[in-house]
């Protein structure tokens, strides 16, 4: 199966290949959790990930195959799916280093 990547600095798509053929008709949805807005959700937070072991096998102004990013993280990172526990975690941590600085 076929993923292509967008890449902002090359302005085309990465092509990879993991090997396995072609997918399915219904392929299913991504794996990822998606990040809950009234906007929608970035392509990086919903699309696949490119499979580990797939060899990258060319450059392309069309995508071929499903649209995929290289990384785990949406472009809010993985803070945007943290539980609220971590974020409220986080908040207090940096409290207490901007008062310790201060």
Not at 85 to 91: M, N, P, R, S
């Amino acid at each position: 199966m076929r993923y292509s990547v967008w890449s902002y600095k090359d302005q085309q798509y990465k092509v990879y290949d993991d090997g396995k053929g072609h997918a399915s008709t219904h392929a299913g949805s991504p794996t990822k959790a998606l990040f809950k807005s009234a906007l929608g959700a970035t392509p990086e937070q919903a699309s696949w990930s490119v499979p580990p072991g797939s060899k990258l096998v060319g450059m392309s102004v069309l995508p071929q195959g499903r649209i995929a990013t290289e990384g785990g993280a949406g472009a809010l990172g993985d803070i945007a799916s943290a539980s609220p526990v971590t974020l409220i975690a986080l908040g207090g941590l940096a409290f207490f280093a901007y008062r310790s600085l201060k």
